[in-house]
């Protein structure tokens, strides 16, 4: 366990797809499980990943460009997955979180063939009912009917080892959805996660006319006082020169 081994483990992450987030998160993780080395079992006398920096070019975009957009897009729609299709519609579409997505139960999902609208919020507890655009329901609709999920499972995303998708399982569908690019598509995505589709929806949104109260409230962005958490959701916004220029 030494500082060189740690930096070559989390630069292979990186050449695998992951995102800055999760590579952050992994050393964090390396960090504490050495601490418990060095101080309860004594067996290593120094914390390989002090001082140790992640290094990257830019960070990973908030905002999609229309490229990318138009890259993620084609990708899902050339995808046969209905339940892949849905997820990635539930968080471009409707900007939830993979914790929304992972921990959405099937009371909670109210689609019809017309309407429909959710119950999320699994992180911290943040519920909140948020109607779906037609963008978002239509593949949720189709995936329910036809996407063969565990019908025993009182989870609305299934996987073939468990009776829930977890949060891990959306980010490697993520992954390996954009590992079907071209070399010139993966230039345009490489460094995108799926919380950026959150983002990018709540750019979008507030291009659309959206005030921050409202997509603070769509996107769960609260205080512990119930109020909007309009500091959260300015960061997940940026106005525009067309919007200033307007």
Same mark, same amino acid.
């Given at each position: 366990?030494? $500082? ?30 050495? $601490? ?14 002090? #001082?140790?920096?992640? =290094? ?18 084609? &990708?899902? *729609? =050339? *995808? #046969?997955?209905?339940?892949? =299709? !849905? ?14 997505? @992972? ?20 992180? #911290? ?8 655009? %037609?963008? @978002?329901?239509?593949?949720? +609709?189709?995936?329910?009917?036809? #996407? ?13 080892? %468990?009776?829930? &998708? ?35 929806? @709540?750019?979008?949104?507030?291009? !659309? ?7 603070? +409230?769509? &996107? ?15 960061? +997940? ?10």
């Amino acid at each position: 366990m030494t $500082q060189t081994s740690v930096e070559l483990y989390l630069s292979s992450l990186k050449d695998q797809g992951y995102s800055l987030s999760h590579r952050t998160r992994v050393k964090s993780v390396i960090n504490h499980f050495c $601490q418990w080395l060095i101080e309860d079992k004594e067996v290593l006398r120094r914390n390989p990943t002090r #001082g140790l920096e992640i =290094k990257v070019q830019q960070l990973a975009p908030r905002i999609l460009s229309p490229d990318q957009r138009f890259v993620l897009r084609t &990708l899902v *729609e =050339k *995808e #046969g997955d209905l339940r892949g =299709k !849905a997820i990635f519609a539930l968080g471009y579409w409707a900007g939830c979180r993979v914790s929304d997505i @992972a921990h959405l139960r099937m009371e909670h999902a109210h689609i019809g063939p017309k309407i429909g609208w959710l119950h999320v919020g699994h992180k #911290g507890e943040k519920f909140r009912d948020i109607d779906l655009l %037609n963008e @978002a329901r239509r593949p949720l +609709y189709d995936y329910l009917r036809h #996407g063969g999920r565990d019908q025993s499972s009182p989870y609305v995303f299934t996987s073939q080892r %468990n009776d829930q &998708l977890t949060e891990a399982g959306i980010h490697h569908w993520f992954r390996l959805l954009k590992r079907q690019a071209n070399r010139e598509q993966w230039d345009l995505i490489a460094d995108l996660s799926f919380h950026d589709l959150r983002h990018d929806f @709540a750019h979008r949104a507030r291009e !659309a006319g959206w005030t921050l109260e409202e997509i603070a +409230y769509y &996107l769960g962005h609260v205080t512990v006082k119930g109020t909007p958490a309009i500091q959260t959701t300015a960061r +997940y916004t940026q106005v525009s020169r067309a919007q200033v220029k307007e």
